[in-house]
């Protein structure tokens, strides 16, 4: 093989792997890892836009500003919530999959103690950098916002 023939074959060889490498999602590019906090805003614009009249808007609008939400997820399948609503400090620590469209999470500590409850949340990335919560009930959908990139 004469050796212009090697070159070119070595170059498509690193070219095809390096391909390859980048086809596969790794966790310093992966949407779902970072730091997160309650996207209020937009769901306040939501609830004004769903307004009926009979003040439920006006109680959750009011629910909504009282909340700190921030939830951090991590390359190793954990996250952790530290909330606090009307001055009621909460963190709730367990583990995450990834699913098609964004992840699901399962409790497995809640204020440094084991929650047995198996609570599930569906995560679902909106884009890069929105993603909305739905409880496994259905009776709570809370959408966050990115503030850092993590890992």
Not at 41 to 69: C, P, R, V, W, Y
Not at 75 to 81: K, P, Q, S, V
Not at 85 to 110: H, P, Q, S, V, Y
């Amino acid at each position: 093989m004469s050796r212009a023939l090697r070159i070119v074959t070595f170059i498509c060889l690193v070219s095809l792997t390096a391909i390859i490498a980048g086809c596969g999602e790794s966790a310093e590019t992966d949407a779902r890892i970072g730091s997160w906090k309650l996207d209020a805003e937009t769901m306040k614009k939501d609830l004004e836009a769903k307004d009926d009249g009979s003040g439920m808007e006006g109680f959750a609008l009011a629910m909504i500003s009282s909340m700190q939400f921030q939830l951090d997820t991590h390359a190793d399948g954990t996250f952790t919530i530290n909330a606090n609503f009307m001055g009621e400090a909460e963190t709730i620590g367990g583990t995450w999959t990834r699913t098609e469209d964004g992840m699901l999470m399962t409790n497995t500590t809640k204020n440094g103690e084991p929650d047995e409850s198996g609570e599930t949340a569906e995560v679902k990335l909106i884009d890069d950098d929105h993603m909305k919560l739905v409880q496994s009930n259905g009776d709570m959908e809370m959408k966050f916002v990115r503030i850092v990139v993590v890992e």
